[in-house]
């Protein structure tokens, strides 16, 4: 999932409140798996 923004303000607008929240959970997602993944290496 990706947002192209096209904004002049480059400012970020939802299409619906359901779609903020699925998009802030997969960033929180990723960022957790990464962190994690970066523990696992070490």
């Known amino acids: ?3 192209y923004d096209t ?3 480059a400012t970020r607008h939802w ?3 359901l779609f903020t ?3 802030r959970s ?3 997602y990723r ?3 990464r ?3 970066k523990l ?3």
């Open 1 to 3: 999932m990706f947002f």
């Open 21 to 23: 929240a699925h998009a």
């Open 15 to 17: 299409c619906s409140a």
């Open 7 to 9: 904004t002049k303000s």
């Open 40 to 42: 696992v290496t070490q």
């Open 31 to 33: 960022r957790t798996k």
């Open 35 to 37: 962190a994690k993944d």
């Open 26 to 28: 997969l960033i929180r």
